[in-house]
């Protein structure tokens, strides 16, 4: 039912639009998504693809047509990452409000200043809260697997809600591995036409989005929230569906690795990919200890976390995120979802490959064995995160004036 | 302060008519109300309509009741025709090709913040219908000026008079190279509906600009709203024209220009004008005609 094919994380996004039979594409380029967009136009150029493809004039733009679309009573997909995600930001929420089935590829990449091309979460984790399944892939084989899944949790009616996969800027976008493609009509098969519900019909005429009252906001927001409490329940359906249809590798919510589940490091994405080496190498080592990969961080799984975590000793999140006077991402969920537990892990927050810094297994193999040996692992007290490899010569506390600058 | 009366002027045919539920929204003498009264009228029930936030967005819509027969959203305020450009090709690819795709926006949705998303379908020449109705300030928000305000008017961002610029938006049209561009003016409907019948036989990205005064940002009293508009137009502030297939045709010559002071003097917002003021707005409108044959 498969074929493996050579395919970097943004070919992988491409054939599974293309194999999920999208019907309009509303995109803007930006690094280092345009490949991803490349790949499309010669599809559709060459007549594999037959499907409304629109270059917008922005990103902003892109959101707004590809919601215009899916309120059309169409297949959507687009496109972004960084400084185009958060130019989409008002749009996500239209997107989520009006219960579009939107999905979309975001290739995370840092926020500018200071500039950067490279990977981290801050892009998607800055737009967590706008209603949007957001899942975090860790190779170019879960980029294609989580789009299909996508279209088909997002368009099910008990979801109904626009979803982001998530992938990393170069490390997965412009990274051939290989990847098992789905037989093109088989996926047909099993995701069906398009189960979008246009509400701008001129067979059904509706007003959308009427002046809210008071007394019915609260009511929309709280169906939203219902529809993302579903979506843990649809998500891991729906990948149990395709891993049977396909052969494919079951995919829940969580991806914990078999073994002693003491020492716990929980992180997402490619770090997820550099975490399962170190882990696996201090197994053979003697030194037992588990990686808990979060795949779906919208809706965040806090009862699957529950369970993994309840036995655990000490937890070492680790955030390619930073939250400016706050915590990492993943620190702070994975708290929240500890409390009240008898008792609760030790939890230690790591920050680490932003801006794409490297992550290498040795220091990850290093992490996790001194958060097993001591109570307080790292230089930093705890409830303040730990940034792993930082080189401190180069921030003077000293100085205020340490800005991205250059001189003639 | 809005009237919480129906307004008299307001035609009672065609299909946008407000319902009871919505009188209160919309104000006496809103020149936006004839304007997307023709349009309904004219093009009938084969369109959708997205329109940016706006004063007709407030009007058009609300849980009890809508002004408008035909899919309607109320849409965010900087990216109409990037909605309508997505609407469009889904029903393109359901083969709902016969169904125009409209969108109706006031100036700043149109000329500010909508400037960007204006452009991109244009160049693109999406087959849109794009209404811009131009009562030349932010009346949503109490009537701030924006770039298509007539220089030196007061408004509350403004108080000192608007600057000497106003942004030519049909003229920034024309030159995206669209089939079709249109000015029209409220006071002359025959007009107006003319060039929406001509719009809506074309295909691609078709733009039109109506003046719509708001009585309440313009300071004249409220059923003076047809005069005031035909006033702008018999003294030559406001053109009547259309670039059709890139041919330019002023399609109402006032036979003799009223001097401008006649449309000024009626309103407020330009009550502390002085006569040096008036005559420079007199001379930058006899430059605009000079080169009209």
Redo the contacts between chains.
């Keep these: 039912m498969r074929t493996v094919e050579l395919l970097t994380g943004n070919q992988a996004t491409a054939r599974a639009v293309r194999l999920a039979g999208v019907?309009?594409i509303?995109i803007y380029p930006i690094t280092p998504q345009s490949a991803m967009l490349g790949e499309i136009v010669r599809d559709v150029e060459q007549g594999r693809f037959p499907?409304?493809f629109?270059?917008?004039?922005?990103d902003?733009?892109?959101m707004?047509?590809?919601?215009?679309?899916?309120?059309?009573?169409?297949r959507?997909f687009t496109a972004t990452n960084s400084q185009g995600l958060l130019f989409m930001a008002?749009?996500l929420y239209?997107a989520s409000g009006s219960r579009c089935p939107i999905v979309m590829a975001v290739v995370n990449r840092g926020i500018s200043v200071p500039h950067t091309r490279y990977a981290d979460h801050n892009d998607a984790l800055a737009v967590s809260r706008a209603g949007w399944i957001q899942v975090f892939c860790e190779d170019a084989q879960e980029v294609l697997d989580t789009c299909l899944h996508l279209y088909k949790v997002c368009e099910d009616p008990r979801v109904r809600l626009p979803a982001m996969f998530c992938y990393e800027s170069f490390i997965h976008s412009n990274t051939a591995e290989g990847v098992a493609v789905p037989d093109p009509e088989a996926v047909v098969r099993w995701l069906g036409p398009p189960r979008v519900e246009?509400?701008?019909?001129?067979a059904d005429?509706?007003?959308?989005?009427?002046?809210?009252p008071p007394e019915?906001y609260t009511e929309f927001k709280y169906a939203e929230q219902q529809a993302m409490t579903r979506a843990l329940t649809v998500l891991p359906e729906v990948a149990a569906a395709y891993a049977d249809a396909f052969g494919a590798p079951p995919r829940g919510l969580l991806d914990v690795t078999e073994g002693e589940r003491r020492c716990v490091l929980v992180t997402m994405g490619s770090l997820a990919k550099t975490a399962r080496r170190a882990v696996r190498e201090l197994a053979a080592e003697g030194v037992p200890a588990a990686l808990c990969k979060i795949r779906v961080y919208r809706p965040f799984p806090v009862e699957a976390l529950r369970e993994v975590l309840a036995g655990a000793e000490v937890v070492v999140t680790l955030d390619r995120n930073c939250a400016t006077g706050a915590h990492g991402a993943l620190y702070e969920e994975v708290r929240s979802a500890l409390y009240g537990l008898p008792r609760p892990p030790r939890v230690h927050g790591v920050i680490a490959g932003l801006g794409g810094r490297d992550v290498t297994v040795s220091q990850l193999k290093d992490l996790i064995q001194r958060a097993a040996r001591r109570s307080s692992p790292f230089d930093a007290p705890d409830g303040v995160a730990h940034w792993l490899g930082l080189t401190r010569d180069r921030v003077r506390d000293e100085s205020p004036q340490f800005h991205p600058v250059a001189r003639r | 302060m809005p009237s919480p009366q129906p307004i008299p002027t307001l035609p009672k045919s065609g299909r946008f008519t407000l319902p009871p539920v919505l009188m209160g929204t919309a104000c006496e003498g809103c020149g936006a109300l004839p304007a997307a009264d023709i349009l309904a009228e004219t093009l009938g029930a084969k369109m959708a309509v997205v329109c940016p936030a706006s004063c007709a967005a407030t009007f058009s819509l609300s849980y009890t009741g809508m002004a408008w027969r035909v899919p309607f959203v109320h849409w965010i305020f900087e990216s109409a025709p990037a909605a309508a450009t997505g609407l469009r090709h889904a029903y393109d690819a359901r083969g709902l090709k016969d169904v125009h795709v409209v969108c109706f926006a006031g100036d700043s949705g149109t000329a500010d913040i909508g400037f960007q998303a204006l452009s991109g379908a244009a160049s693109r020449n999406e087959n849109i219908l794009y209404i811009c109705y131009d009562n030349e300030v932010a009346m949503n928000t109490q009537g701030q000026a924006t770039s298509t305000s007539t220089p030196l008017a007061r408004t509350p961002t403004t108080p000192g008079g608007a600057g000497l610029l106003r942004k030519d938006v049909p003229r920034i049209m024309a030159a995206h190279g669209i089939p079709y561009v249109a000015t029209a003016a409220v006071s002359h409907p025959d007009d107006y509906r003319q060039k929406l019948r001509r719009a809506a036989r074309i295909t691609g990205f078709r733009y039109l600009q109506v003046l719509t005064p708001c009585p309440i940002a313009w300071g004249y009293p409220h059923p003076d709203t047809l005069d005031v508009t035909r006033l702008a137009v018999e003294t030559g502030l406001w053109m009547l024209y259309e670039v059709d297939g890139g041919k330019w045709r002023v399609s109402h010559r006032p036979k003799r220009r009223r001097p401008v002071r006649e449309y000024l003097s009626l309103q407020r917002r330009f009550a502390a004008l002085r006569p040096r003021e008036m005559q420079a707005l007199q001379r930058r409108v006899d430059g605009a005609w000079r080169g009209v044959r």
């Design positions: 019907q309009v509303p499907c409304e629109i270059n917008m004039e922005s902003y733009a892109a707004a047509a590809a919601i215009g679309a899916s309120l059309g009573g169409t959507v008002e749009h239209t246009a509400l701008l019909d001129p005429v509706r007003g959308l989005n009427p002046p809210t019915w």
